[in-house]
């Protein structure tokens, strides 16, 4: 069974920073591509970055390009979001993703993730 559970959220004022991390466990971890959405309260779940199984390529969307980072250990099983110069527009809750994915391919779209951690709050005070 996969099991994903996110740490690291809290309040933040704007302009500071927030690393957030993924513990995976239940599945071969090499073998899933990984991503982080997050949510704001009355709207839809929104991509924000995600990596390739290998962590060998990396997208972000471009409302966070330059400011937050997506990694991953594949020996600790773990992806993180490190998330720089955070604005009060990212306020939301932020959820860790799966998506079993041999041939590397990788996508954006939310409803390609089948797993689903239980998502950590982000606030960010201006």
């Known amino acids: 069974q996969v099991h994903l559970v996110e740490s690291g959220g809290g309040l933040v004022q704007a302009g500071g920073s927030l690393r957030l991390s993924c513990a995976a466990s239940?599945?071969?971890?090499?073998?899933?591509?990984m991503a982080w959405f997050r949510q704001a309260p009355g709207k839809e779940r929104d991509f924000v970055a995600l990596?390739?199984?290998?962590?060998?390529?990396?997208d972000s969307a471009d409302a966070v390009k330059g400011r937050f980072t997506i990694s991953r250990d594949n020996g600790l099983n773990m992806v993180y979001l490190q998330m720089n110069s955070l604005k009060p527009e990212d306020t939301a809750v932020y959820y860790c993703a799966a998506r079993f994915s041999l041939t590397g391919s990788t996508t954006r779209n939310a409803g390609a993730f089948p797993y689903w951690g239980q998502g950590t709050q982000v606030t960010v005070s201006s």
């Open positions: 990596i390739s199984r290998s962590g060998g390529s990396a």
């Open positions: 239940g599945l071969t971890f090499t073998n899933f591509a």
